[in-house]
């Protein structure tokens, strides 16, 4: 390998090293937030290991579904003047330009107040700058990604009609409504039976099947909604789910559930109760059923009794 091959390679591991290790990107207080967080800072400045002789510029830009746009630009003149983005505007976006005797703590800075969803992306630093070894002006980046989660939204959930009690035979719609991050999400609905307080509550739904989820409950029509898309100004997806049901006579205390995801954040739950002439003819057809159950067992009594008299008296 002759000299010249050699300088050659030199001096392009020499460029690599330095667009490692000239740029630095630094975000506080972390690259993963919940909604709700009161502030998001990126702060880009030349890394305390570059060879930079002097900063010509530095910027800032994001990358969302592959598409790369300007956060904040500067040239770092002796005005401190920047260029913003577009859709960067304040006061959402507060945007500083640092210019210091000290090379490393020349930086373009930008606060983001209460970030959410649509600031979640891959933050790209730039700095281009001087430097005492060939190509002599040299072009360095930093990459991170931010990522802000949104909080578990509230499983809205509604009885239609809204009444206190119900009719025995009556037919209602359960709605439930929530916001969710995949618009890709399931509901599952499920049952508690009144006669059992105790029991976890059983699984009844999972969509698009139906099956009976209780003894007396039959799911006729359960249904999710279109899925609305994501907004500029909404983070999330909402979605949605209406089980269709015709009260039983045993549904007085049953307890009906909407969960998404198999998320017990994201549920909701209702209790059906009938009406006071209802659980009059429920009581009384208990009643008659235990009566039955007690002829029949003095009947099987009577019956043993005398068996037991034939056979001794044989």
Known sequence: MDGKRILLLALIYTAVIQDIKAAKLTITP?????????????????????????????????????????????????????????????????????????????????????????????YICETTGDTDTPPYVSQSTDY???????????VEMKIYPAKMKYDVGEKIEITCQTGVENSESIWTWEAMPPTDSTRELMQIEEFPSEHIFSPA???????????????????????????????????????????????????????????L???????????TERIKLEQEKLKQQISKNTTSCNCCCN
């Open 144 to 154: 991170k990604n931010v990522t802000v989660q949104s909080n578990p939204g509230t």
């Open 30 to 122: 972390s690259p993963n937030l919940q909604t709700g967080a009161t502030s998001l800072t990126l702060r880009c400045s030349a890394d305390a290991n570059s060879n930079y002789t002097e900063l010509s510029a530095i910027g800032i830009n994001k990358v969302t579904k592959g598409s790369s746009s300007l956060v904040a630009f500067t040239t770092l003149d002796s005005t401190g003047s920047f260029i913003r983005g577009n859709g960067i505007t304040a006061p959402k976006y507060e945007i500083n330009v640092a210019l210091r005797p000290q090379l490393t703590n020349n930086a373009i800075q930008v606060i983001i107040h209460n970030p959410d969803c649509h600031d979640t992306s891959e």
């Open 217 to 275: 409950v039959m799911t006729e029509n359960a249904r999710t909604t279109e899925v609305d898309p994501q907004t500029s100004t909404q983070c999330g997806y909402n979605t949605g789910s209406t089980l269709e049901h015709h009260v039983g006579m045993e549904d007085d205390g049953l307890k009906i559930r909407c969960m998404v995801n198999n998320s017990e954040l994201l549920s909701a739950i209702k209790t059906i109760h009938l009406t």
């Open 277 to 287: 002439d209802d659980v009059k003819k429920r009581m009384l057809l208990a009643d």
